[in-house]
């Protein structure tokens, strides 16, 4: 690994850096003046021939005599994965310019999606790359997942500076060139991508209005993902959005009878990174209608009148016979 050498370049930058740190403008001044100074003696001294001998050293993907750097793809749509590149810092750069190519001539370049960059430099093709405070000293992008054109292919990558934590420009010799292979994703039938939804089956008739389950197939290296559920197919009428890192999902609440359901599910991270995948297909099922109303019991017959006529007469015969009766033993 190269080191980060000081060199004629380098020194206006740390003089400024001290410059800040002085409060008292009188040495701040005699600072500034004194480190010009050693910066011209230095440069006097030394030539401008060391920035030649500042090169940026490539760690990641790293190239190997007897197989290159290896990178996996979707086994389904065959597209790459996210590729990591890191390299070192040279002394107070913050900003870099990096190039993809087909080849190693750098003749054939490609401008995939790549994490922290820029704008893209119109004559060399190179993308601009802007480090934070977070990774300024451990540089480092990422190939987002999907953007390179190709699986199977060599890809050659190249780094250097264009510009320091000051603000100034000032390119550096190019780093090493360093490659990497993506590999060809299996041969797999799918009728679309995304994850594959399993329950409740497509077009289905009488599902139950709760509770109500779902799942779906594991997306490859997916660790959360996003389920819908609506009223119409454009996912307008929302019943819920929810989010799991399993491939299940349960609603807690009560569907309406006999009402149409949409539902789909996508994948939002991959290996914890928030790197959404495509949406599944729409999956839609009809819910049970409402069950019947029991019957009322039926009510009880009125009593006919006829009856009560007769149990009236049979009351009086029952009363004159008694009196009958009483009258008959007093004579």
Same mark, same amino acid.
Not at 7 to 24: E, F, S
Not at 297 to 308: D, F, K, L, S
């Given at each position: 690994m190269s080191v980060?050498?000081?060199?004629? /370049?380098?020194?206006?930058?740390?003089? &400024?850096?001290?410059?800040?740190?002085?409060?008292?403008m009188k040495n701040r001044n005699l600072v500034f003046g004194l480190m010009l100074v050693i910066c011209i003696a230095l440069a006097i001294s030394t030539g401008c021939e060391s920035l030649h001998n500042n090169s940026l050293v490539s760690l990641c993907p790293l190239n190997n005599t007897v197989a290159q750097y290896r990178t996996g793809a979707d086994?389904?749509?065959g597209r790459n994965g996210q590729v990591d590149l890191a390299w070192e810092q040279l002394c107070l750069a913050t900003g870099y310019e /990096?190039?993809?190519a087909k080849d190693k001539d750098f003749t054939l370049r490609i401008n995939p999606e790549i994490s922290s960059s820029g704008h893209i430099a119109a004559v060399t093709g190179a993308i601009y790359l802007n480090m934070d405070e977070t990774n300024m000293t451990n540089p480092a992008a990422w190939i987002a997942? !999907?953007?390179?054109?190709?699986? !199977?292919?060599? &890809?050659?990558?190249?780094?250097?500076? &264009?510009?320091?934590?000051?603000?100034?420009?000032?390119?550096?010799?190019w780093s090493e060139a360093r490659s990497f292979i993506i590999k060809p994703g299996f041969i797999i039938t799918t009728p679309y991508y995304g994850a594959?939804?399993?329950s409740p089956a497509n077009g289905c008739v009488g599902c139950k209005v709760k509770p109500v389950s779902f799942s779906w197939s594991p997306y490859q290296d997916a660790t959360k993902y996003q389920i819908d559920l609506a009223k119409d197919p454009e996912f307008k009428q929302m019943v819920v959005t929810a989010t799991t890192s399993t491939t299940a999902y349960e609603y807690s609440g009560t569907l309406d009878y006999s009402t149409n359901y949409f539902w789909r599910v996508k994948a939002i991270e991959i290996?914890?990174?928030?790197?959404?995948?495509?949406?599944?297909?729409?999956?839609?099922?009809?819910?049970?209608?409402?069950?019947?109303?029991?019957?009322?019991?039926?009510?009880?017959?009125?009593?006919?009148?006829?009856?009560?006529?007769i149990i009236a007469i049979s009351a009086i015969l029952v009363i004159v016979t008694l009196i009958l009766i009483l009258r008959t033993r007093r004579s």
């Open positions: 980060c050498k000081l060199n004629p /370049l380098t020194c206006p930058h740390i003089a &400024y850096i001290i410059w800040l740190k002085v409060t008292d086994p389904v749509t /990096l190039q993809i997942p !999907g953007a390179l054109p190709e699986a !199977g292919a060599i &890809y050659w990558w190249r780094i250097r500076v &264009y510009k320091s934590a000051t603000g100034q420009l000032a390119w550096s010799p594959m939804l399993l290996n914890s990174q928030p790197i959404p995948s495509d949406w599944s297909a729409t999956f839609s099922f009809q819910t049970a209608s409402a069950p019947a109303t029991p019957a009322a019991a039926p009510a009880e017959p009125a009593t006919p009148v006829w009856v009560w006529v």
